[in-house]
């Protein structure tokens, strides 16, 4: 079993719906749950970040957590053509600053459909 | 504020050969961790710098060895270079405190 697991995709979705994109990871004792957007040919880049279980919030991005069920998930509301990209989930099982060592996922391709 | 900064950002090399990846993180912050992503896959941890000491170290063979400088710029080296090490190399930087990581935009390199 991968220790974090993406749908590969691709997932294509049209322009204005939302966006739904899952991870699982193995590591009970994860503490930190990330979602990196990677362009084609360019460095991931950080869109959120969670903690908790539930849900959390930043502007068209909703990041959700259950820890019970070892599952995270990315939605995007009012999807636009520039959110097409490779997005990617990681896990840190750490929780003590200093020791930060993320596991990706293989990422999940979005296409946004005009 | 910059980014954080890598170098070269394309290199081609052959078999055999080493190379040294140079990275610099935003100011301010600490540690410095060093990512292989091959093609098609999500990166891959290879190293973790904290304050000039090794905080963890990855799956990765001794061909790779990486340091931290005092004024928390890294480098990533690779010795006896394989087919199989043709990736982007991604270093990322972490403020104090937190556990983010900013991702630099990565180091190409292409062995022949």
């Known amino acids: 079993q991968k220790e974090v697991e993406q749908n590969s995709g691709p997932l294509s979705v049209p322009e204005g719906a939302i966006a739904s994109l899952n991870c699982t990871y193995s590591?009970?004792?994860?503490?930190?749950f990330f979602w990196y957007r990677q362009y084609s040919g360019k460095s991931p880049e950080l869109i959120m970040f969670?903690?908790?279980?539930g849900d959390k919030e930043d502007g068209r991005f909703t990041a959700q957590l259950n820890k019970a069920s070892q599952y995270v998930s990315l939605l995007i509301r009012d999807s636009q053509p520039s959110d097409s990209a490779t997005y990617l989930c990681?896990?840190?099982?750490?929780?003590?600053?200093?020791?930060?060592?993320?596991?990706f996922g293989t990422g999940t391709r979005l296409t946004i459909i005009p | 504020d910059a980014g954080v900064t890598q170098s070269p950002t394309h290199l081609i090399k052959t078999r055999g050969q080493q190379v040294t990846l140079r990275c610099s993180p935003i100011?301010?912050?600490?540690?410095v961790s060093w990512y292989q992503q091959v093609l098609g896959q999500g990166p891959q941890f290879i190293f973790q710098?904290?304050?000039?000491?090794?905080?963890g170290r990855g799956n990765f063979p001794d061909r790779f060895s990486a340091r931290q400088f005092p004024n928390y710029s890294s480098e990533l080296n690779v010795n006896a270079l394989l087919l199989g090490d043709s990736a982007l190399y991604l270093c990322?930087?972490?403020?104090?405190?937190?556990?983010?990581?900013?991702f630099g935009p990565g180091t190409r390199l292409l062995v022949l």
């Open positions: 990322a930087s972490t403020p104090s405190g937190v556990e983010t990581q900013y």
């Open positions: 590591d009970r004792g994860s503490q930190s």
């Open positions: 969670i903690y908790s279980n």
């Open positions: 990681a896990v840190n099982p750490a929780s003590n600053f200093g020791n930060e060592k993320l596991t």
């Open positions: 100011s301010g912050h600490k540690s």
């Open positions: 710098y904290y304050e000039k000491e090794e905080r």
